[in-house]
Structures are given as structure tokens and as C-alpha cells.
């Protein structure tokens, strides 16, 4: 099987996952302090350059206390 990653998907997913973050006021070393992942990280999957995996999707989405489709409720330019 084949890896796919899709750039343009992914730089979305980071700036949608940032104005989330934003609007709750949440700052990005208290969520990663939450989740139990580096706070680097936070910055690194809002910038779009990691493919994030679908665990911690769900566990930026619990944290910030919002449906998990709202993470992935985006456009893709």
C-alpha cells in the first residue's frame, strides 16, 4: 500500500485546528500539555508540516471540547 500525503490537506487542517485554538483562547503549550505531546508539535501540525495522526486528532478535538468533524470542517485552497 501506498502512503499518501496530501500537502494542501494538511496545511488546511493545521490553520483551521490554529483558528479553533484561537477562538477557545487556548495557547498552543497548555494544549499540548493536555494531550501529552511536545508543544513543538502543536506548532508544527498548525504550520502544516506534519501528517498528525487520527489519535491525536481526536484528542486535540476532546481537549478543545468540540464534535471532531469541526477539526476537519475546512476548505482546501
Known amino acids: 500500500m501506498k502512503y499518501y500525503k496530501n500537502p494542501k490537506f494538511i496545511k488546511a487542517f493545521g490553520k483551521n485546528l490554529r483558528k479553533i485554538r484561537l477562538e477557545k483562547g487556548v495557547s498552543q503549550e497548555y494544549l499540548a500539555d493536555e494531550i501529552g505531546i511536545p508543544t513543538n508539535q502543536i506548532g508544527r501540525i498548525e504550520r502544516g508540516e ?11 478535538a476532546v481537549e478543545l471540547d468540540v464534535p ?5 470542517d475546512f476548505k482546501i485552497d
Open 68 to 72: 471532531i468533524n469541526v477539526l476537519f
Open 50 to 60: 506534519v501528517n498528525t495522526s487520527v489519535s491525536t486528532a481526536f484528542a486535540l
